[in-house]
């Protein structure tokens, strides 16, 4: 106790410090950490959850590619049964049904790709904004005073840069 006392460390005061500071680290890990680490699991899932959907997409995307296949090679079989029958008719319905195969497996590409790209971009945005968010609370709760919108833009814009 002396030794501290010529250190110039009073006991009383360092002890108050120390029942302070664990006050303030349980005060911060309830109302700060836990939530944080909470609503990252919850977007963590929701991205495997999104990621999981988009796969399924593919398979989709897949199994359609193979149906468009399947409908190109019954028109490719029809044709040529058709052509053993009538020379010049044969040759118009083989036209006929390679054309209208190819537009619909080239629509079923078309829709399949849009599909994917639309839930891609939604996904985005999704994080995107989960992300502000996030980091607009976890600023405020920081930083705990209220600033203007163009200084509180400005910290989310600089926190998303160091992010990325």
């Known amino acids: 106790m002396e030794l501290l006392e010529q250190l110039g ?3 009383l005061s ?3 410090q120390i029942v302070n500071f664990l006050l303030l680290l349980l005060i911060l890990w309830r109302l ?10 919850d977007r963590r899932e ?3 959850k999104s990621l999981k959907d988009a796969e399924q997409i593919e398979r989709d995307l897949k199994t359609s590619r193979e149906s468009a296949q399947q409908i190109v090679t019954k028109a490719n079989e029809q044709a040529v ?3 053993h029958s009538v020379e010049k008719e044969a040759d118009q319905k083989r036209t006929d049904a390679l054309r209208a195969a ?3 497996a080239s629509q079923i590409y078309k829709r399949a790709e849009q599909g994917i790209k639309e839930d891609r971009q939604r996904l985005q945005r999704e994080v995107e904004t989960e992300t502000l968010q996030l980091v607009a609370q976890a600023t405020e709760r920081v930083i705990q005073k209220s600033m203007d919108d163009k200084k509180h833009r400005q910290l989310i814009e600089q926190a998303l840069k160091e992010l990325a």
């Open 14 to 16: 360092l002890l108050a």
């Open 32 to 41: 700060l950490y836990k939530p944080l680490l909470k609503a990252l699991q």
């Open 9 to 11: 460390i009073k006991p």
């Open 46 to 48: 929701r991205i495997e």
């Open 81 to 83: 049964r058709v052509m």
């Open 102 to 104: 190819e537009a619909e």
